[in-house]
């Protein structure tokens, strides 16, 4: 019921209808469940949204918030912002704030807390200086000031994305940007960084080479063994998940510098250093050229032997 589910943020516009003080609020066990629940790091950002605080409290608690949720406001310790729902439903989200995050926020006025909730809601991928304007309707002269002033406060800051470089992004000032943003460790200077990865991958392929006894001869090494040696070299600026360390794997063996050879017990890849493409064998060019070649037995360096009579097609 969307009135029902609108009753909460109705109510708690109204600071008049709180009926607890804050030593009584914070001695409620019904509170310290709605501290709890927001402070939980899927609600950081956007929030819980207020189908979502029905949900867990019930009918019979719900009502019950109103109070709680105008001592947090006038606190400046919880801010209040519109956005879309699972079910693509227009609806209030609760977003919960530290003390040392509320302190900032003393002493701005609506139009600067208007701001803040826009940024605040976008989270760790930012959004840009002409969407908040849109979505505030606030102008320009005014929101550049604004933009300014929260700088100013650490409570937001301006960063640029790989895909535009020229363009201005905000997001809340303690958040780390996500990587479509920044482009992961694989950027530096929002610029893809040839030498960095060029380093990895020489020291990938040397790693798979030692780790393995050399060309073709051990069973292989796994990713988690890679990334491991990695980590002890210290041979990346940045740390890098396994997934991570999977992209450079891949493009070695894309190129043709590592391949992999079978799985572990568990089922994980073995890699070992790829052979070329011709593969040496016990017979020079000008052998072939004998009219007698297809009846010779041939073996291979990888211990493929090719009888007499077979295609050796294998050169």
């Known amino acids: 019921n969307n009135n029902n589910r609108g009753s909460l943020t109705n109510s708690a516009s109204n600071p008049s209808k709180s009926t607890s003080s804050t030593s009584e609020s914070q001695n409620n066990p019904l509170y310290d469940d709605f501290i709890s629940l927001l402070s939980a790091p899927q609600h950081k950002g956007k929030g819980i949204a207020n189908?979502?605080?029905?949900d867990h409290f019930?009918?019979?608690k719900y009502p019950s918030l109103v109070p709680i949720i105008n001592e947090l406001t006038r606190a400046s310790r919880l801010t209040m912002?519109?956005?879309?729902s699972s079910t693509g439903e227009a609806e209030v989200y609760f977003s919960l704030l530290t003390v040392e995050e509320a302190s900032r926020l003393q002493g701005l006025d609506a139009p600067s807390k208007m701001v803040y909730q826009v940024v605040e809601a976008s989270g760790n991928k930012g959004i840009w200086t002409v969407d908040v304007r849109n979505q505030t309707n606030i102008p320009q002269v005014l929101l550049t000031k604004i933009f300014k002033q929260l700088e100013t406060r650490r409570i937001i800051k301006p960063i640029k994305a790989v895909t535009a470089k020229t363009k201005k992004l905000y997001m809340l000032y303690d958040l780390t940007p996500?990587?479509?943003i920044t482009g992961g460790p694989w950027y530096s200077?929002?610029?893809?960084?040839h030498e960095f990865i060029a380093e990895l991958r020489n020291f990938i392929t040397m790693c798979v080479r030692r780790m393995n006894g050399g060309l073709g001869v051990g069973k292989g090494v796994t990713l988690k063994q890679i990334a491991h040696k990695m980590v002890q070299a210290n041979v990346s600026r940045v740390v890098l998940n396994l997934e991570e360390v999977q992209q450079l794997v891949q493009t070695l063996a894309f190129d043709y510098q590592i391949e992999q050879r079978g799985v572990t017990e568990n089922g994980e890849a073995l890699f070992v250093a790829a052979k070329g493409v011709?593969?040496?064998?016990?017979f020079g060019?000008?052998?072939v050229l004998s009219p007698d070649f297809h009846f010779r037995g041939v073996r291979f360096e990888d211990d493929v032997f090719l009888s007499a009579h077979e295609p050796h097609h294998h050169s």
């Open 51 to 54: 189908s979502a605080l029905k």
């Open 58 to 60: 019930g009918e019979s």
């Open 81 to 84: 912002s519109k956005g879309l």
């Open 178 to 180: 996500a990587k479509e």
């Open 189 to 193: 200077e929002y610029e893809f960084d």
């Open 278 to 282: 011709t593969t040496m064998c016990d």
């Open 285 to 287: 060019w000008w052998d």
